[in-house]
């Protein structure tokens, strides 16, 4: 007999670095938006780390973030980590490092 899924196994799959960029450009923390949405602290832990949620929880987070207002300066102020590995790439291609400047 085969066992059939649970939701959390077939749950919702988030990304955690857009997620935790959400949470700075509105100058909050998970336990913040955990407490609005009405979840626990841990299951913003697991979201962020790619855990499956489920819809509603899905549902729930999201109207907590849209709740909280975007800072305008935070949201040009914050570089997505997408953005800040592939500046580590170039630098690394061109034989330079992020931290020291280039002698020349």
Do not use: F, W
């Amino acid at each position: 007999m085969s066992q059939v899924p649970s939701i959390r196994d077939t749950g919702l799959r988030l990304d955690g670095a857009r997620l935790r960029r959400e949470l700075y450009i509105r100058g909050c923390t998970a336990a913040t938006i955990a407490r609005l949405a009405k979840v626990s602290p841990n299951t913003m832990t697991r979201a962020m780390a790619g855990d499956p949620i489920r819809q509603h929880t899905l549902r729930e987070v999201v109207r907590a973030l849209v709740a909280m207002p975007v800072l305008d300066v935070a949201h040009d102020l914050v570089v997505s980590e997408t953005r800040n590995a592939a500046a580590d790439g170039a630098t690394a291609l061109e034989g330079g490092s992020a931290s020291a400047p280039a002698t020349g």
